[in-house]
């Protein structure tokens, strides 16, 4: 059973700078474009199952480039739900196309379609000057005559098995079994899922009526062989088809003989299905661009080569915005990385609040960097009161990571770098594996944990989909062993959780122990010196207490019930000070006040503060704790709830280091909260030390490449 | 240390010529050789007398695998005539000549790459024939479009001179008296990059198979008036263009690829660490960026 989509449509890596309605013979048609220049890229709708977000792979990317134009097909998306058939038929969505055109002041666009039942074509056909180019995406369009279905779609059937869902009575009976059905036909490659659920969660915007309008049958929904050829001819364009050799509803010789008829090149995927633009975006995408290039070629640019010899040894660093930890650390490998190799250039891919970090110590921002699409935007809107499912919204992040690699693979297309660094940079891990015939230099992949886990709550379907995913990630370095050409845990092997990848998945601890080399924990800062308590304003006789919840929006509620403990914790400590530093996301305003304590929005060097403080409370997030774990501070960490990087990875590593103490959210409320500060302040910790040499070994790792 | 040069003996070609033969024009014969049977034809060009076709060596294999490459022996040097005279040596002969040389192998349009002073007759082909020229490439293009090094117009070319150093080699008197001397000095300056050993030698070699008195008929002829403003030539031409330039170009500086660049609306790509022939020194490079501009051209 496929859990469609949530309705709430996830963040898009790129917003349209326009949109609006066109409306012909009533039927009003929603559009959006996304870019200013030339040249333009059309992408209409295909089968009114799904509307404009099945391109969501691609608008991020083209829009960089060009224009990009979308509109949604009569009967869903925000586009009308007309009760007449004609108002779906295909040659009336070409017109909706050139209104679309119309509207958004675009002479010619080059038209990119999936699945294309006669729209495309007849556009092309009949608006030759509208239309610089074409390019078809598993077309549907018959140039013989095509094979008598199996079942008949009017007919009432005495079986739903199989096609028999392609049914009119079945439909009525169960839209979403039938949507279900069909769009799993759609993706047969493995590891599907994300892309299932979109495309089921947009077949469910409408319903079985509303389909039922436009469609009698596939011979009747796509124009007929005999029409199709008689387009073709008229077709004076470039012409390019791409169809995927495992495409289950449409046969790719169909492909073949319409680029025949078009006198176009066919592209044929291997293994790919119906949906290859939502499967293998990178492909897709620069196999566009690459036509779209060769179509409309743009004023000349200038390049510009090194000779191998002449180059200088560079590095790009790809560094996560996710969870803060990572910019001091990767700061701290690149400062250690420089001085092992000393004429290292190191340049940065990266966003806020990563970029903050690197302004100030002197790093060099790549510009490509402005183009990257905010990931920690995503993750707060992702979240809830003390809740952030790190799994799902990563999952619901899969347009932004392909969005993010792309302005990656563009990059590194023009710039030639020694070594690229990713400090969980999931889009550059996953991508390359996805592609590697696009690794063109040394690759080092860096994480502090292995391993998507399912929350207990998810149920069957989260364990299923986790071990899915760590199913591909091990076929991906299974299958491409020389692309991660060192792959570093930042940590020991005692810091891997004892679990399995999933039901027939080896276990985390065996399998990172014979791919990973380990650094140990990397802190970005030396222990020594940092607990003068002098220097940063604390007096001998007063027990400091530091709240804070790091740079993100999620920590709100955390805040506040710590702020509602402060009263009784007070009454229990009499020399309590309690500071609660609500960080750059967090109104301090918007949290209550207490006589006595003490709220700032920002503490500069907070890492000093919380290696002087006597006690600490924080989330669940590895670096914060980790910082209290190496300078020896007794801490209480609320892990975020559904978060499993924080729940169990964390926590397991906290619990080998016998460091803080664990706190639920769901059941600790004021008072355990003040009881369990008094408990721990000024108690004698007894923590493993935590090693200080992180960095530089890192940094020897990554140096061999070098 | 003197340049031990290849053997006389041609090396062995990765790829010889389909076709071959002579154009005959006003008595002076031309060879020329074709390769490859692909779209479009692409005509690589003489350049000076100095050298000969086998320049192309590193490009002829690649790019007759996906075209119809055909080159020619400028006159002056490999099989083609050594007529006397400047006036035979005109930038308008080499262009006539290579019109010749299309007409033999009766290709109506083709893409032009030359390299050096092959910028002079193949803008002339361009503006003058733009039917003829689908696309014209550039290679360390010597073109009067931009000032040349200054250390180059120290010396006079026709007067003794009382010093041989440097530049001051680029001297009549000493071609006459020591054209290895002045072969030697003048090809290390087209490869400035380290380790360019058997360019240099390779080039030595076919700059032997010509004489010094050639060459001064060349120059003389390149001198000549062209009845035309070079850079009002430049503006004619509408085809692509692409100008590939090394920024460490000791004999005709970046600039000079910039401006040819500028004043046709082309292309260019500056090749950092690289001298004035890196179709030999960087050919995998040069390849590639001959085959998307061509690719480009479809």
């Known amino acids: ?706 | 240390m003197a340049v031990e040069l290849a053997a006389e003996r041609e090396q062995t070609r990765a790829r010889y010529p389909d076709d071959s033969g002579y154009v005959e024009r006003d008595g002076v014969r031309v060879w020329y050789e074709l390769y490859g049977s692909g779209e479009p034809t692409v005509l690589l060009l003489p350049t000076w007398a100095l050298i000969h076709s086998r320049h192309w060596k590193m490009q002829i294999p690649y790019l007759a695998r996906h075209y119809r490459v055909v080159t020619f022996d400028g006159r002056g040097n490999g099989r083609s005539s050594r007529p006397q005279g400047a006036e035979t040596y005109s930038i308008r002969e080499f262009a006539l000549d290579s019109l010749a040389v299309l007409d033999a192998i009766a290709t109506e349009r083709a893409v032009v790459v030359g390299v050096s002073c092959a910028a002079l007759w193949g803008v002339l082909l361009a503006g003058e024939h733009p039917e003829r020229i689908a696309g014209a490439a550039f290679i360390g293009p010597a073109v009067p479009l931009a000032r040349p090094h200054s250390e180059r117009v120290v010396h006079s070319f026709h007067e003794q001179l009382d010093t041989s150093d440097g530049w001051a080699k680029y001297n009549l008197h000493h071609w006459l008296t020591d054209y290895r001397d002045f072969l030697e000095f003048f090809v290390g300056k087209c490869f400035t990059e380290p380790h360019s050993t058997k360019q240099i030698e390779d080039m030595i070699g076919w700059g032997l198979e010509t004489t010094p008195e050639v060459l001064a008929d060349h120059d003389a002829g390149i001198d000549l008036p062209l009845g035309v403003d070079f850079a009002e030539l430049c503006k004619r031409v509408r085809c692509p263009v692409l100008v590939i330039h090394g920024d460490q170009d000791a004999l005709h500086p970046l600039e000079r690829g910039a401006a040819l660049a500028e004043a046709t609306g082309g292309r260019l790509v500056t090749l950092e660490g690289s001298g004035h022939l890196p179709q030999a020194r960087d050919p995998v490079k040069v390849n590639l960026l001959i085959r998307e501009f061509v690719e480009s051209l479809r």
Request: net charge negative; with cysteine.
């Open chain 1, 1 to 706: 059973m496929i859990v469609a989509a949530a309705p709430r449509e996830q963040t898009r890596a790129r917003y349209p700078d326009e949109d609006g309605f066109v409306e012909r013979n009533g039927v009003r048609i929603f559009w959006e474009r996304y870019g200013e220049t030339e040249p333009t890229i059309l992408l209409p709708p295909t089968w009114e199952l799904v509307h404009s977000r099945c391109w969501k792979m691609q608008i991020p990317y083209f829009a960089r480039h060009g224009r990009v134009l979308t509109f949604d097909p009569p009967g869903n998306g925000r586009s009308d739900r007309p009760r007449e058939s004609a108002a779906y038929e295909r040659s009336e969505v070409a017109e909706y196309a050139v209104a679309v055109l119309d509207a958004a002041r675009v002479e010619r666009a080059i038209v990119v379609s999936w699945c294309d039942m006669g729209e495309s074509l007849i556009l092309a056909a009949e608006h030759p000057q509208r239309v610089s180019g074409l390019v078809f995406i598993a077309p549907a369009l018959p140039v013989h005559e095509r094979e008598v279905p199996e079942f008949s779609f009017d007919d009432e059937l005495d079986t739903d098995e199989g096609w028999a869902k392609e049914n009119r009575h079945y439909w009525l009976r169960d839209w979403s079994g039938y949507v279900e059905f069909f769009i799993s036909r759609m993706f047969p490659e493995p590891h599907s899922t994300k892309a299932i659920e979109d495309a089921v969660g947009w077949g469910l915007e409408t319903d079985a009526e509303t389909l039922l309008v436009g469609f009698r049958g596939w011979d009747t929904k796509e124009i007929d062989p005999a029409t199709t050829v008689e387009l073709c001819a008229k077709v004076r364009c470039p012409v390019l088809v791409v169809h995927g050799t495992a495409d289950e509803l449409v046969e790719p010789e169909r492909a073949c003989s319409l680029a025949a008829e078009l006198g176009g090149a066919a592209v044929l995927l291997e293994g790919s299905g119906h949906g290859p633009h939502a499967r293998d975006p990178v492909k897709i995408n620069t196999m566009v661009r690459e036509f779209s290039k060769s179509v409309a070629p743009l004023e000349p640019e200038v390049g510009r080569w090194t000779r191998a010899l002449n180059r200088r040894k560079r590095a790009l660093y790809v560094s996560s915005p996710i969870g803060l930890g990572h910019a001091r650390r990767d700061v701290a490998i690149a400062r250690e990385l420089r001085s092992v190799v000393p004429d290292l250039e190191i340049d940065w891919l990266a966003q806020h609040p990563v970029t903050a970090v690197l302004e100030q110590e002197g790093e060099r921002v790549h510009p490509m960097s402005v183009h990257l699409a905010n990931e920690t935007g995503h993750i707060e809107s992702e979240s809830a009161e003390h809740d952030l499912h790190c799994f799902q919204a990563i999952r619901r992040m899969d347009e932004i990571l392909l969005a993010n690699f792309m302005v990656f693979n563009d990059l590194v297309r023009d710039e030639q770098y020694d070594v690229w660094i990713g400090d969980e940079a999931w889009e550059l891990d996953y991508y390359l594996h996805e592609n590697p015939e696009q690794k063109r230099a040394a690759y080092v992949w860096l994480t502090d944990f292995v391993g998507w886990l399912p929350m207990p709550d998810g149920g069957d379907r989260e364990s299923f989909l986790t071990a899915d995913y760590n199913a591909e990630m091990i076929e991906h370095i299974a299958r491409f062993p020389r692309l991660r050409d060192r792959a570093v845990f930042v940590g020991n092997p005692d810091d891997i959780v004892p679990e399995s990848f999933g039901p027939d998945l080896p276990t985390i601890r065996d399998w990172t122990e014979q791919h990973y080399d380990f650094a140990g924990y990397v802190t970005g800062f030396d222990p020594k010196g940092l607990e003068d308590r002098d220097a940063l304003g604390y007096r001998d006789d007063e027990r400091v207490c530091i709240v804070t919840v790091g740079g993100s929006g999620v920590g709100a509620h955390l805040l506040r019930r710590v702020v509602d403990a402060y009263p009784q914790a007070k009454e229990r400590v009499p020399d309590l000070r309690m500071i609660v530093v609500a960080g750059p996301r967090i109104d301090p305003a918007a949290l209550p006040q207490q006589d006595g304590l003490e709220i700032r929005s920002y503490v500069h060097d907070l890492y000093r503060h919380l290696a002087a403080c006597d006690v600490a409370v924080v989330q669940g997030g590895l670096t914060t704790a980790m910082e209290l774990t190496a300078n020896r501070r007794p801490f209480l960490y609320f892990p975020l709830r559904h978060h499993f990087e924080q729940n169990f990875h964390v926590r397991h590593r906290l619990g080998r280091y016998g460091a803080g103490r664990c706190m639920d959210f769901e059941t600790d409320g004021p008072s355990e909260i003040a009881a369990a500060i008094a408990e721990e302040l000024g108690r004698e910790v007894d923590y493993l030390p935590v090693e200080t040499d992180g960095a530089e070994r890192a940094a020897k790792l990554i140096a061999e490449l070098l």
